[in-house]
């Protein structure tokens, strides 16, 4: 599958390659990015951290979900993890089909689905603290530091 952790920016056009073939007639794209202010903190930059092999895992087991439910659908999932600045792209999803319906609905599916089972943390940094962030089920905020990995083992 083409689904990765990536410590590097992530390249847009190469993302998009991924998923584009002649059947298909839409491709929507994802692009979550670092914001400034979030509920009215302001954000000097974000760590993100993961559990790398369960990560790609578990986007992997995301496009077979997809694939499932819409069958015609190409997917792929990039996450970044290390230091982020303002406007960083975090997250990429691509999606092909041949029909922009099930494009879009595959592609909203699969970052709904990135923050309930995918183990990514981000450690916000803001102007007055720092604080880890854990998203997924199962899983809550750390203040304390980085969650361990075996309190992620299934």
């Not at 903190?41 to 578990?58: F, G, I």
């Amino acid at each position: 599958m083409n689904c990765e952790i990536t410590r590097e920016p992530i390249k847009i056009e190469d993302v998009y390659e991924k998923v584009v073939r002649r059947e298909a007639g839409a491709v929507t794209l994802f692009i979550g990015t670092v914001r400034e202010l979030t509920h009215g903190k302001k954000t000097l930059y974000l760590e993100y951290e993961a559990y790398e092999a369960m990560a790609v895992k578990k986007m992997e087991q995301i496009v077979s979900e997809m694939k499932k439910r819409w069958p015609d659908v190409e997917a792929t999932i990039i996450h970044r993890i290390g230091r982020l600045e303002i406007t960083d792209i975090a997250v990429a999803i691509a999606v092909s089909s041949p029909h922009r319906p099930e494009a879009y609905e595959a592609n909203r599916y699969a970052i709904e689905r990135i923050k309930e089972i995918v183990p990514i943390w981000k450690k916000e940094h803001w102007e007055d603290g720092e604080e880890w962030i854990g998203n997924q089920q199962g899983t809550k905020a750390y203040s304390g530091g980085k969650p361990e990995e075996e309190d992620l083992r299934e």
